[in-house]
């Protein structure tokens, strides 16, 4: 007994895909507020500040996938967090579909902190630079 049908039929003839808008509630950062919505490359921008934000297995309300690991990074020689953190990012990123990549990462050290820029690549194009900072806190 088979655990599969058996057909001499391909079932994906005639199927077609369809991508669907990426249409989001936009968030104004100055007002705290929902204003409207954004759909293609402002949706993914924002997508991804969510993402970067998002400390990974911190909070239950996100899935195990979400966000990025930083806290750990803390403390550690700059040299290793650069390199890592540019893996991280992309390893956050590559969650979304709707991202290929990053481009045009830089780190900048200045005392405790770290910034570090780069652009996010998708299927609508780049965004422009996302920054984000590292600081040790006493």
Do not use: C, H
């Not at 079932?11 to 409207?36: C, F, H, M």
């Not at 924002?46 to 403390?75: C, M, P």
């Not at 709707?98 to 830089?106: A, C, E, K, M, N």
Request: proline content about 3%.
């Amino acid at each position: 007994m088979a655990t599969l049908p058996e057909t001499g039929q391909v079932l994906a003839n005639g199927v077609t895909y369809e991508q669907y808008p990426s249409l989001t509630w936009q968030i104004d950062k100055e007002t705290s507020r929902i204003n409207g919505t954004a759909d293609r490359l402002p949706a993914v921008r924002q997508a991804a500040e969510v993402i970067l934000n998002v400390e990974r297995f911190r909070w239950q309300i996100y899935q195990a996938f979400s966000g990025v690991r930083l806290e750990d990074l803390i403390g550690q020689e700059a040299d290793f967090v650069i390199a890592e953190l540019q893996r991280r990012v992309k390893e956050a990123l590559s969650m979304d579909d709707r991202i290929t990549g990053i481009s045009d990462f830089t780190a900048a050290q200045r005392g405790d902190a770290l910034t570090v820029s780069f652009r996010v690549l998708s299927v609508y194009g780049a965004t422009d630079p996302l920054t984000m900072t590292l600081e040790r806190k006493e």
